[in-house]
Nanobody, 120 residues
Framework: QVPFVESGGGTVQIGGSLRLSCVGS????????VAWFRQAPNKKREFVAR????????DYADSVKGRFTISRDNANNVAYLQMNSLRPDDTAVYYC?????????????WGQGTQVTVSS
């Protein structure tokens, strides 16, 4: 069983917005740090954003700071990524993962992800 199922991707114009969701399973969601990662064509998977177990602390890659917001709903085992002011270089498959506490290091298997395409 994969730990997360991602959804909410799509095609959007430059400057548009999308809200991604991922539903967690496989361990106690509310006890775990959760992060979003992305992988663009022919590039390595990279960190996007992280949120602490209770949602009090967040961390963002410099490339998305001020444009993306990570949040979570522990009652429903869901993490969100609100993406605003989208740019072509945000085009990628987006994935959720559990990460080690206080780090950007993912562990466990990856889900299928959700495709985000930003077009002009």
């Amino acid at each position: 069983q994969v730990p997360f199922v991602e959804s909410g991707g799509g095609t959007v114009q430059i400057g548009g917005s999308l809200r991604l969701s991922c539903v967690g399973s496989g361990r106690t969601f509310s006890d775990s740090y959760v992060a979003w990662f992305r992988q663009a064509p022919n590039k390595k998977r990279e960190f996007v954003a992280r949120i602490s177990n209770a949602g009090w602390t967040t961390d963002y890659a410099d490339s998305v700071k001020g444009r993306f917001t990570i949040s979570r709903d522990n009652a429903n085992n869901v993490a969100y990524l609100q993406m605003n002011s989208l740019r072509p270089d945000d085009t990628a498959v987006y994935y959720c993962s559990y990460v080690e506490v206080g780090t950007r290091q993912p562990f466990g298997s990856w889900g299928q992800g959700t495709q985000v395409t930003v077009s002009s």
